[in-house]
């Protein structure tokens, strides 16, 4: 049945329901099912009870991102070292100076940062 199709259709028919089917359950089917019991309360800021004072928009100094990215970029970095560490007696001497090399670089990144001053929480 399906080998006269394009060999493609199944394709786009997988695509336009990836799409359509969660733009309908929360656009169509999900203010049905959900209950609507707008009130005064729920309209503010916060539901605690207390007023908000001050504006919510603050600015944060740019250090503090900079402090998470630098973070995450290491986090994210050391995450490759496991599956090395796991096949290291498999890899050989080649895995071992590509990961001296990926660790050179991570200390050079570290080292730039530092000299920046990124690290600094004040």
């Given at each position: ?25 929360i ?13 005064e ?82």
């Amino acid at each position: 049945m399906f080998h006269y199709w394009n060999p493609y259709f199944l394709i786009v028919l997988y695509v336009v329901l990836g799409i359509f089917l969660p733009v309908a359950s929360i656009w169509v089917i999900g203010p049905i099912l959900r209950p609507n019991k707008p009130s005064e309360a729920k309209g503010s800021t916060y539901e605690s009870g207390l007023e908000p004072v001050g504006d919510a928009h603050v600015r944060y100094n740019a250090r503090y991102y900079l402090f998470a990215l630098m973070f995450v970029v290491f986090d994210v970095e050391t995450l490759f070292l496991y599956p090395w560490a796991v096949a290291f007696k498999k890899l050989g001497m080649f895995a071992l100076t590509e990961m001296l090399i990926f660790i050179v670089l991570l200390v050079i990144g570290l080292a730039y940062a530092w000299r920046k001053k990124v690290l600094e929480w004040t």
